[in-house]
């Protein structure tokens, strides 16, 4: 028996792919034309003359450096996560005393207090640590921010491995490093790709701790340096978006790759 198309759905579709489509139309075309163009036909109309002028002149104008500024820190904040979350999350999951459950507790705590709420306190320590001004003031405090969720998230992953995984192992004489790393970690790669895109765009989108912890060019990321299109005579629009999409892509990148294993670990499946 054939079914009859669902009319409603498809117009429902449509109306979503227009509110999504729309956007990215007027940010990416204005990226592939120029000022003038820009002000004189509006932001719907089709570009006459497309040009990689924005592009070219953003990173003339220091935005490469930006760049590799944010992507400097974004790989850090996603190191220093992966390497502690995992053996942490480990030890709560197996561990079975009162120092691990309040370690635990004390990350869950770390879900309640915002950014916002501990920015001057942050300030005076990073700045009587010598730290104000520089890429590891940023770096530290965005992957404190991004340890409590990383390790609910992981631990939630880890608690899904059966015991008979774990007593299999242990028949085998395998140690508690061997246990980890050849039973746990392959079995929560989707909580770790999870942890990784969610460290990676906490870093990458970072706002508050580079305005307020940073003030030169040689530490200006990314999110600071679109302050740099807006002067007192107006505002580039053209090259602003350009901007934005080029920040874009790294993530974008990474969903891409990352997005399978990324939809298990928000699910608790653990990759399984």
């Given at each position: 028996?054939?079914?009859?198309?669902?009319?409603?759905?498809?117009?429902?579709?449509?109306?979503?792919?227009?509110?999504?489509?729309?956007?990215?139309?007027?940010?990416?075309?204005?990226?592939?034309?120029?000022?003038?163009?820009?002000?004189?036909?509006?932001?719907?109309?089709?570009?006459?003359?497309?040009?990689?002028?924005?592009?070219?002149?953003?990173?003339?104008?220091?935005?490469?450096?930006?760049?590799?500024?944010?992507?400097?820190?974004?790989?850090?904040?996603?190191?220093?996560?992966?390497?502690?979350?995992?053996?942490?999350?480990?030890?709560?999951?197996?561990?079975?005393?009162?120092?691990?459950?309040?370690?635990?507790?004390?990350?869950?705590?770390?879900?309640?207090?915002?950014?916002?709420?501990?920015?001057?306190?942050?300030?005076?320590?990073?700045?009587?640590?010598?730290l104000y001004d520089n890429l590891a003031g940023v770096i530290l405090p965005t992957?404190?921010?991004?340890?409590?969720?990383?390790?609910?998230?992981?631990?939630?992953?880890?608690?899904?491995?059966?015991?008979?995984?774990?007593?299999?192992?242990?028949?085998?004489?395998?140690?508690?490093?061997?246990?980890?790393?050849?039973?746990?970690?392959?079995?929560?790669?989707?909580?770790?790709?999870?942890?990784?895109?969610?460290?990676?765009?906490?870093?990458?989108?970072?706002?508050?701790?580079?305005?307020?912890?940073?003030?030169?060019?040689?530490?200006?990321?990314?999110?600071?340096?679109?302050?740099?299109?807006?002067?007192?005579?107006?505002?580039?629009?053209?090259?602003?978006?350009?901007?934005?999409?080029?920040?874009?892509?790294?993530?974008?990148?990474?969903?891409?790759?990352?997005?399978?294993?990324?939809?298990?670990?928000?699910?608790?499946?653990?990759?399984?």
């Amino acid at each position: 028996m054939r079914s009859r198309p669902n009319f409603l759905a498809g117009l429902g579709s449509l109306v979503w792919l227009f509110l999504v489509g729309l956007p990215l139309y007027v940010m990416l075309a204005a990226t592939l034309r120029s000022r003038d163009d820009y002000a004189q036909q509006g932001p719907l109309s089709f570009p006459k003359h497309f040009t990689l002028h924005n592009y070219t002149q953003d990173f003339s104008n220091g935005f490469g450096r930006y760049f590799f500024h944010t992507l400097l820190v974004t790989a850090a904040v996603v190191a220093i996560v992966v390497l502690l979350v995992p053996p942490l999350s480990y030890a709560i999951v197996r561990g079975r005393g009162r120092i691990t459950t309040g370690v635990f507790r004390l990350f869950l705590l770390g879900l309640a207090v915002p950014a916002q709420a501990v920015i001057v306190p942050m300030f005076y320590v990073i700045n009587r640590a010598g730290l104000y001004d520089n890429l590891a003031g940023v770096i530290l405090p965005t992957a404190a921010f991004c340890l409590p969720v990383s390790a609910l998230v992981l631990t939630g992953v880890m608690r899904d491995i059966t015991p008979d995984l774990y007593e299999a192992m242990a028949m085998d004489g395998a140690p508690q490093w061997r246990v980890f790393v050849q039973l746990v970690l392959p079995l929560s790669k989707g909580g770790l790709s999870t942890i990784v895109v969610f460290s990676a765009l906490q870093a990458w989108n970072g706002f508050l701790f580079p305005l307020v912890l940073t003030q030169s060019d040689s530490s200006k990321v990314v999110t600071l340096s679109l302050y740099d299109f807006q002067t007192e005579h107006g505002v580039d629009i053209p090259g602003l978006l350009a901007a934005v999409v080029l920040s874009m892509l790294p993530i974008l990148i990474v969903y891409l790759f990352a997005r399978r294993a990324l939809v298990q670990g928000l699910m608790g499946v653990g990759g399984k």
